[in-house]
């Protein structure tokens, strides 16, 4: 048996590719790769951060709480903080009626201006401008308001409107509480953030289905409800220059409206009844009316 010593291929485990494009194929398959992921992340965002414990969304609305609890301008600071907490008082007792996520709650927060808005933002927290408070003529109707707002947050609307950049915010959170807070920083750095989300039709039937049932339990009827949306339209017919930014992120018809007394008779609720006053600080919004 003879044995040799033969001399190794050269061409074993080596290509004839040039290095540098072999490293532009890495680059761009880890970018498509990426880009990939984010698009999925884009398409899914609003979906993923709903679902997340809400303990996630509380830790990347921080920026948004602090915002919307800062003083406002004004010499009636005294004032704003009574309205507040009859605000909050009511809030929370139609909260309790309403099983919230765990570890969510309800902060009701007061802005002393004319406009005719309320909305909910990220983490709990719900807003009610004095232009619709002014208009509000018992605690039925101001209760339907603040039920209603409270249903989107407690549907996680708030998260899912405001799209990927919170949501990422929020995914990064449940990996490092800090890392998420700065990754959705850009997404809710001010409160008028929030008061531009827009939440779809479906949502909106959600949160009005919500509001009926928790105002049919505490009330004993759903009187007050309809008194809202037609107060809304009449105070955006007045508005023709600028439309009340409650109607645009809530879409209001005479159908949406009918639908309320089509509910009530679907499931039993008296369609009104006895009206609940407006606690002192509320209703001295309607007597004397600041100036705006």
């Known amino acids: 048996m003879e044995l040799e010593n033969r001399t190794p291929d050269e061409t074993v485990n080596y290509t004839i590719e040039h290095p540098l494009k072999e490293f532009a194929w890495l680059v761009v398959?880890?970018?498509?790769?990426?880009?990939?992921?984010?698009?999925?992340?884009?398409?899914?965002?609003?979906?993923?951060?709903?679902?997340?414990?809400?303990r996630y969304e509380k830790a990347v609305a921080v920026e948004v709480t602090a915002a919307?609890?800062?003083?406002?301008?004004?010499?009636?600071?005294?004032?704003?903080?009574?309205?507040?907490?009859?605000?909050n008082r009511l809030g929370a007792r139609l909260a309790a009626d309403m099983q919230l996520p765990e570890g969510m709650a309800i902060t009701v927060h007061y802005q002393d201006t004319p406009m005719v808005n309320a909305f909910?933002?990220?983490?709990?927290?719900?807003?009610?401008?004095?232009?619709?408070?002014?208009?509000?003529?018992?605690?039925?109707?101001?209760?339907?308001?603040?039920?209603h707002e409270i249903a989107h947050a407690k549907l996680r609307h708030p998260a899912r409107s405001l799209g990927r950049g919170v949501a990422v915010g929020i995914i990064l959170s449940a990996i490092h509480a800090s890392m998420g807070s700065s990754a959705a920083s850009g997404a809710i750095n001010t409160a008028g953030n929030a008061s531009?989300?827009?939440?779809?039709?479906?949502?909106?039937?959600?949160?009005?289905?919500?509001?009926?049932?928790?105002?049919?339990?505490?009330?004993?009827?759903?009187g007050g409800a309809q008194d809202v949306f037609h107060l809304l339209e009449r105070a955006n017919g007045e508005h023709t220059t600028l439309r009340v930014p409650m109607l645009s992120t809530h879409p209001l018809s005479q159908e949406r409206i009918e639908s309320i007394a089509v509910l009530a008779r679907e499931r039993g609720w008296r369609s009104d009844g006895p009206r609940v006053p407006l606690p002192a600080a509320l209703e001295s919004l309607r007597r004397t009316p600041a100036a705006g």
């Open 196 to 222: 531009l989300l827009k939440f779809s039709r479906d949502q909106e039937r959600e949160a009005d289905f919500a509001a009926l049932t928790v105002l049919s339990g505490i009330y004993g009827h759903v």
């Open 29 to 54: 398959g880890a970018v498509g790769t990426v880009a990939l992921i984010t698009t999925l992340i884009g398409l899914f965002a609003g979906e993923l951060a709903a679902r997340l414990p809400y």
């Open 120 to 147: 909910a933002a990220l983490g709990g927290n719900i807003v009610i401008c004095r232009g619709l408070l002014e208009q509000l003529a018992d605690e039925n109707a101001l209760a339907m308001v603040l039920a």
């Open 68 to 87: 919307l609890m800062a003083d406002g301008p004004g010499d009636n600071r005294q004032a704003s903080r009574e309205v507040e907490r009859e605000l």
